[in-house]
């Protein structure tokens, strides 16, 4: 008997075993950085003369792979492939396919320190944003088995006299997974084993500045797990010159994306066009950016508003979708609110993330470097630097220091437009009712949360703060998987709940069957 679903705990690495194994890993994962992976498709294993290395952004004159770059020929033949497999694939029964994610679950679970590890290496994630994200991979493969067993049965319709009428959930083909690189293992994982679970097979194409963990799971899926040849493909290279192709393919039926609005647009656009010898209406599964808020009103616990702003704000140096980018605070708190928040934020440490003691790691690459350095310099233009601004050379890894901009109106770039970085507009509003229409006032719709202690407004929150995830008087990052499903409203996405009970219904479709007797 399955044991019911409950989320992966997260390590006290206060505790001297955790401590010691981490290092431990860091230390094995070490000595295999800079290998050379090839592509996978059908199970064969391609090795190509033309690489794309994924660097540490702590340091990035360190290779932590090199990674053979798919063409839009090998993207034409993963598809192809996974087309092929999916004959076979989409007749395996439900239970035996969420075997083998319970199968890779406990191997990463046995693992976990070493995913951790690479995650540290290549994108510079802290020791406990690291568990996080293992973690949530984890809990995906756990609850997404249990999903697919659960729509996997006739589905319950209404009784006719004779007729035996029966509806079930059948997988839809091949589902090409375009991850991000911020959760770089959980988010790749969930999109990948949802739609593996529903029957369905899978084109990969890692993000470029994540391959390494990508190739780490597909090599846990495929050696330790022993999910069938073909099932998942594996095919790193560019976006920009090979993800035309997978969305383009006529025997593509579903992309599951996770990025930038702008990439989510075009998906959304190019999918929609009917390709000669196209027999099917491409479904999309479209996740993208957010602008976050945090509502303080003048009610509200503001020693616990603060700790959550700071956690929401710089956890990753900022780089999750859910961040807590604007923090909208009541007139007559505002002042005692950023200074709370900007004594805290000076308390937190910055550096090379495979030391313990580090809360922040470097952000991910040069062009997040360049572009989060260019909105500094706009928010000194539209609002008053209270902390941060100054990064060192990009050389010596791409630090920024957690930066706090006040005074930003809520029409300004800076409150509107996502940066991705650890960078946070401090906004006055007049009152309550301004603050939840400054809150709404962007084109986004993801996270958001309100610090209050009047039920009145926390109600009128719970009606009109437009966003998918909803906090009150917590953070408004670190949604569980099944406890908290996630998905964003408006430019934030099409309403998909990653990890919430209709997401694997996202991958299949209904047929009914009636037999007259
Ligand atoms: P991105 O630049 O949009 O890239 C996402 C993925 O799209 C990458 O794998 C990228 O490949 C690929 N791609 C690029 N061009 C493409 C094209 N023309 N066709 C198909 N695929 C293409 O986003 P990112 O910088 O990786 O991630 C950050 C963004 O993700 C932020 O906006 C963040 O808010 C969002 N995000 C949203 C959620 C959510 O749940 N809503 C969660 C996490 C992140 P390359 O890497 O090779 O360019």
């Known amino acids: 008997m399955l044991p019911d679903y409950r989320p992966e705990p997260f390590v006290d690495f206060s505790v001297k075993a955790n401590a010691d194994a981490m290092r431990t890993a860091l230390s094995k994962v070490g000595d295999e950085l800079g290998r050379t992976y090839p592509l996978l498709i059908g199970g064969e294993h391609i090795e190509l003369a033309d690489t794309f290395d994924s660097l540490n ?39 035996e396919r969420a075997r083998y994610l319970f199968r890779a679950a406990a191997v990463m679970r046995r693992r976990k320190f070493e995913f951790m590890a690479w995650l540290v290496y290549e994108v510079s994630k802290s020791w406990a944003e690291a568990d996080a994200d293992v973690a949530e991979a984890i809990d995906f493969m756990e609850y997404y088995g249990r999903q697919a067993i ?103 039926r579903v992309i599951a994306f996770t990025g930038s609005k702008e990439i989510g647009l075009r998906i959304f656009e190019r999918s929609a066009k ?130 706090i901009i006040a005074d930003i109106a809520p029409e300004a770039r800076l409150s509107l437009e996502e940066i991705f970085g650890p960078v946070l507009a401090f906004i006055k509003a007049n009152d309550w009712k301004h603050a939840l229409q400054i809150a709404n006032n962007t084109e986004y719709g993801l996270t958001g949360a309100v610090f209050s202690r009047s039920r009145e407004r926390l109600e009128e929150a719970r009606r009109d703060f437009h966003v998918g995830n909803l906090y009150f008087n917590r953070k408004c990052t670190g949604a569980l998987v099944g406890v908290q499903p996630f998905g964003g409203f408006n430019m934030s996405g099409t309403d998909s709940k990653a990890g919430g009970p209709d997401y694997l219904l996202l991958f299949t479709q209904a047929k009914t069957i009636t037999d007259r007797f």
Not at 83 to 93: G, I, L
Not at 194 to 218: D, E, R, W
Not at 222 to 232: W, Y
Not at 350 to 358: A, F, I, L, Y
Request: glycine share 10%; proline share 6%; net charge negative.
């Open 57 to 95: 952004p702590a340091k990035p004159s360190q290779v932590v792979g090199s990674f053979a770059k798919a063409t839009v020929e090998h993207a034409n033949q993963a598809v192809e492939v996974a087309a092929t497999a999916f004959e076979t694939w989409r007749n395996v029964a439900a239970e």
């Open 150 to 252: 659960k729509f996997g049965g006739p589905q319950p319709v209404v009784a006719y006299n004779g007729e035996e009428n029966e509806l079930r959930y059948i997988p839809l083909g091949v589902t090409v997974v375009i991850p991000p690189w911020n959760f770089a293992l959980a988010i790749m994982v969930g999109m990948t084993t949802a739609a593996i679970a529903a029957g369905n097979t899978v084109v990969l194409k890692p993000a470029s500045a994540s391959p390494a963990i990508a190739a780490q799971f597909v090599r846990l899926l495929v050696e330790e797990a022993g999910l069938p040849d073909g099932v998942v493909n594996f095919v790193p290279g560019s976006g920009g010159a090979m993800g035309d192709a997978l969305v383009d393919h006529a025997k593509t």
């Open 274 to 403: 009917l390709q000669p010898g196209q027999i099917w209406l491409k479904r999309t599964i479209l996740e993208m950016g957010g602008k976050d808020g945090i509502v303080v009103d003048e009610t509200a616990d503001l020693d616990a508003a603060a700790d959550a702003i700071v956690a929401s704000a710089f956890g990753f140096q900022g780089q999750k979708c859910s961040a807590c980018s604007r923090a909208i605070i009541v007139e007559s708190v505002y002042d005692s609110v950023l200074k709370k928040v900007v004594d805290r934020t000076k308390k937190l440490t910055m550096g090379d993330p495979t030391d313990p003691k580090q809360h922040m790691g470097a952000v991910v690459d040069q062009k997040a470097f360049d572009k989060i350095r260019e909105y500094i310099e706009i928010g000194k233009s539209e609002g008053r630097l209270m902390l941060g601004g100054e990064t060192g050379d990009a050389a010596d890894g791409y630090f920024i220091p957690p930066t």
